[in-house]
Nanobody, 126 residues
Framework: QVQLVESGGGLVQTGGSLRLSCVASGRLFSSYAMGWFRQGPGREREFVAAISRHSITTLYAESVKGRFTISRDNAKSTVYLQMFSLKPEDTAVYYC???????????????????WGQGTQVTVSS
């Protein structure tokens, strides 16, 4: 069992920055690929970024590429999402998620993730 707790959300102006953190409890954090997803007002939850268990692979949605950076610290069982140049359309609840990594893992698919956090609100004002 893995429990995920996000933090770092808040209210920021357009062009500002935030860093989200997600701390995992439980064993074998380094066995899990980690992802960030978000759900904006009136929208479906969507993929934002993912990182493989040893940080070899990182993936980003086109909408955040070049502005967001995902990273992880396995010693601290923590995954981060550094967000720069925030836009109003980035306003959403951001969720971190964990999937047990295997050959052929699909980091984009929500259904592949085994555990989810409760989410943290990010609001970008115009």
């Amino acid at each position: 069992q893995v429990q995920l707790v996000e933090s770092g959300g808040g209210l920021v102006q357009t062009g500002g920055s935030l860093r989200l953190s997600c701390v995992a409890s439980g064993r074998l954090f380094s066995s899990y690929a980690m992802g960030w997803f978000r759900q904006g007002p009136g929208r479906e939850r969507e993929f934002v970024a993912a990182i493989s268990r040893h940080s070899i692979t990182t993936l980003y949605a086109e909408s955040v590429k070049g502005r967001f950076t995902i990273s992880r610290d396995n010693a601290k069982s923590t995954v981060y999402l550094q967000m720069f140049s925030l836009k109003p359309e980035d306003t959403a609840v951001y969720y971190c998620a964990a999937q047990y990594e295997y050959n052929g893992s699909d980091y984009y698919q929500q259904s592949e993730y085994d555990y989810w956090g409760q989410g943290t609100q990010v609001t970008v004002s115009s």
